[in-house]
């Protein structure tokens, strides 16, 4: 048999568990398969004197001549059953290859039997029904790391349960005290979880940060505690509503633009209850929702008693610690809407789909400073704009000439306020353009052309990243500049993939590392291993470490806090570093944030109580002054 006839007969087996690269099958089910298939397997692996005792499970690879025997001893009597042996057959050279996980302590384990076996089999039912438990307490939201037994079981237990002796899922709680119990004090007190503010929460300041405190959106707060912030927003004359189902159940559910559900999912220990508020709260948003719940880890939640998904607290108030993947996950998949992360357990989600485009392709936006102004000493030509004329009119020129500058392109007619005057001194924008670049010279023009190109690959590369769905409708300018800089979308997006897939090659990140060390001069590289440098410099950097870095901050959040940013070359790994006082001389380490790219998790490590804040010795070779003083830090 060859690989074109093996391919074309693996795409014909109707059962088993279908992947993009392989299908798997269980024994109990192998006569379904085609006969040339069933029988080209046996003999092989007779004539590699496997015997047929030693394996119940086979993997037919789609894009390879390959077939893997597969050893579950308890597949029909475990609910998560455990691989002992693995036989991998290259079926073009005729080699075997043979893996032993039978005295491991962490073994990759199957899930989802069901999937494996025909609908005759006799245990499909029991194996369906183990399948929905696990679904129905979310251990299959995310896919990534449950395919190991010491994954799959530390999963089992942050979620509230355990399994009992015959396999199956029992919650943590019933088995260690009841919340009808006098210890819990017969239920939970949510009424104790609203907390006392003198400043505006966090979701509310980072609104503030991206202009949406300015007067022009309106905010539902829901869930708003014991309205702190809604008396700071109708102080500043903001539009606001806001709703708490204890301290304040009379307010108003009004939809507005933005809608907060501030810090309210965390303490609801219903899951249906939660999808519920969530669900709700996204009704109300004309425009965004602006999501937040608590971060912590393995370390804060092991000091509280579990219950459900989450713990109790000693004040009897409920908590479902997330970490930033599980929490983005879970917002998406219960919205079915991309969530975008802003900070520490804080998300937006967009219902208006151009406000969206905005905000994004914003935020990867660099203001530049801009300083030539004086004239190139040649006389204009080939222009009917002379050179008196810009002279006289010099303000207004250099006023439009900034404009082109900040957008990279010429600007159309509503983006530059005295588009009128220009065309009535020049006769149009594309001739005022060139006289000015013929006045002022074509460097400073082309080097704002590429600045806000990359800008713009920055955008689509991270929305290729976060898979965000292609949107039919977006910002007149985003149109305009993709015109003018790729000519179209489709254009745009190729471009960017390429950029986007290039980062994945350690190569690749170790040399845009080099050679922005070399480009700013300043911060720590330590020779194959990694770049650390201040987050103001990132807007300044290679268009790829902009997107490297870009793609580990899609999974954190905006940098406000953060001072120092380290790209590792090869382990596909960021951290961020925040500081106490950075204007000091030897700043103190108070948090740092680990990104994991390859698995999507964000670690977070704290120096606070009894951790010693570590001191920053070496400030000084984080500072590049003339650069610095560019971009707008000061030291």
Not at 105 to 122: G, Q
Not at 222 to 243: F, M
Not at 414 to 439: C, N, P, T, V
Not at 533 to 548: D, Q, S, T
């Amino acid at each position: 048999m060859d690989f074109p006839t093996f391919r074309d007969l693996v795409h014909q087996i109707e059962v088993g568990k279908q992947l993009p690269d392989a299908v798997y099958v269980h024994v109990s089910a192998f006569s379904t398969l085609p006969d040339e298939l069933h029988s080209v397997v046996i003999k092989i692996a007779r004539a590699l004197k496997i015997p047929d005792d030693i394996w119940n499970v086979i993997k037919f690879n789609k894009r390879d001549f390959k077939v893997t025997l597969l050893n579950y001893p308890g597949f029909e009597c475990d609910s998560y059953p455990s691989l002992h042996q693995s036989y991998t057959i290259d079926l073009e050279r005729l080699t075997v290859r043979k893996a032993d996980y039978s005295k491991s302590d962490n073994p990759p384990i199957l899930h989802r039997k069901e999937a494996f076996v025909a609908e005759t089999h006799s245990l499909i039912k029991v194996f369906e029904e183990i399948t929905r438990e696990g679904e129905s307490v979310g251990l299959y939201e995310n896919a990534r790391n449950i395919g190991f037994k010491q994954n799959w079981e530390r999963l089992i237990k942050k979620k509230g349960y355990a399994l009992n002796s015959d396999g199956r899922l029992v919650r943590l709680s019933e088995k260690r005290y009841s919340l009808e119990s006098s210890e819990c004090g017969g239920k939970i007190d949510r009424h104790l979880t609203a907390i006392d503010r003198n400043q505006l929460s966090q979701p509310m300041q980072i609104l503030a940060r991206h202009n949406y405190l300015d007067g022009e959106y309106s905010i539902l707060d829901y869930g708003c505690g014991k309205g702190d912030d809604l008396r700071e927003l109708e102080a500043h004359g903001i539009d606001c509503s806001g709703w708490d189902p204890v301290h304040n159940p009379e307010g108003q559910l009004i939809s507005s633009a933005v809608v907060n559900l501030g810090f309210v999912l965390n303490v609801i220990e219903d899951r249906d209850e939660r999808d519920e508020t969530l669900r709700r709260a996204y009704e109300y948003a004309e425009k965004i929702l602006i999501v937040s719940v608590m971060i912590a880890g393995d370390s804060v939640t092991s000091q509280f008693r579990q219950y459900k998904d989450g713990v109790v607290t000693s004040r009897n108030t409920f908590q479902k610690y997330y970490s930033q993947g599980e929490f983005k996950l879970y917002v998406e998949t219960t919205l079915e809407e991309n969530a975008i992360p802003v900070g520490q357990g804080i998300l937006l989600v967009f219902k208006d789909k151009i406000e969206e485009h905005l905000f994004l392709a914003e935020r990867q936006y660099v203001r530049r400073s801009w300083k030539q102004k004086t004239q190139r000493e040649i006389e204009l030509r080939k222009t009917r704009v002379q050179k008196d004329v810009i002279e006289k009119n010099i303000e207004l020129f250099a006023d439009y000439w900034e404009a082109s500058l900040e957008l990279g392109r010429i600007p159309a007619s509503d983006e530059f306020e005295f588009s009128r005057q220009i065309r009535i001194i020049a006769g149009s924008h594309s001739k005022a353009h060139q006289a000015l670049i013929e006045y002022f010279g074509a460097k400073l023009f082309n080097e704002a052309r590429q600045k806000r190109k990359e800008d713009l690959l920055v955008y689509f590369a991270l929305g290729l990243f976060e898979k965000r769905r292609p949107q039919s409708k977006m910002p007149i300018s985003l149109k305009r500049d993709i015109k003018a800089f790729f000519g179209s979308s489709v254009a745009a997006v190729d471009e960017a993939r390429e950029l986007l897939f290039s980062v994945g090659n350690t190569d690749v990140v170790e040399a845009a590392c080099l050679e922005a060390y070399q480009r700013f001069n300043c911060g720590h590289l330590e020779d194959g291993h990694s770049y650390t440098f201040h987050k103001g410099l990132l807007g300044e950097a290679p268009v790829l470490l902009r997107i490297y870095i870009g793609c580990a901050t899609q999974l954190y959040g905006d940098l406000d806090d953060i001072q120092l940013i380290k790209a590792h070359f090869t382990s596909g790994k960021v951290s961020l570093m925040g500081y106490k006082e950075w204007s000091a001389h030897t700043p103190k380490l108070v948090e740092r944030i680990k990104i994991r790219l390859r698995d999507q998790e964000v670690d977070y490590f704290d120096y606070v109580g009894k951790y010693s804040p570590p001191p920053l010795n070496n400030k000084s070779d984080f500072i590049n002054e003339k650069l610095f003083k560019s971009i707008g830090i000061a030291e």
